[in-house]
């Protein structure tokens, strides 16, 4: 399918999505009744269609990649957030241990020696 007719299926989809909706919720219309008939008979049709489409990109396997990216950042944010509190709580006991400043001190100069080479 050529990008024109995709643009025409694309147009022709929205204007009749928005025709239905618009007739479904319009006050008192008497076309509302209709095309609940008329989309009700065609149930198991819309239904298969639906259920193709949608077997269609779960197959897929940048839709697979993408599910697994999103679940991926979910499950960090998710465990970011429930342990923020106890790992401020750690990092702090840490900071105000003088010992434990003293090694930070001490890796961040041999650190800084090793990428400039130079002394600190």
Do not use: C, W
Request: charged share 30%.
């Amino acid at each position: 399918m050529s990008d024109l007719e995709q643009q025409i299926v694309d147009a022709t989809t929205k204007a009749l999505t928005k025709a239905i909706a618009e007739t479904l919720t319009g006050y008192d219309n008497p076309l509302k009744d209709l095309v609940e008939q008329v989309v009700a008979k065609r149930e198991g049709v819309l239904k298969r269609h639906i259920a193709t489409a949608l077997d269609a990109v779960m197959d897929a396997g940048d839709f697979q990649e993408a599910l697994q990216d999103a679940i991926r950042q979910k499950l960090a944010r998710t465990l970011v957030s429930k342990t923020g509190g106890a790992i401020e709580k750690q990092i702090n006991r840490l900071r105000s241990d003088p010992t434990t400043q003293s090694r930070i001190t001490l890796a961040l100069e041999t650190l800084i020696e090793e990428i400039t080479g130079a002394q600190a």
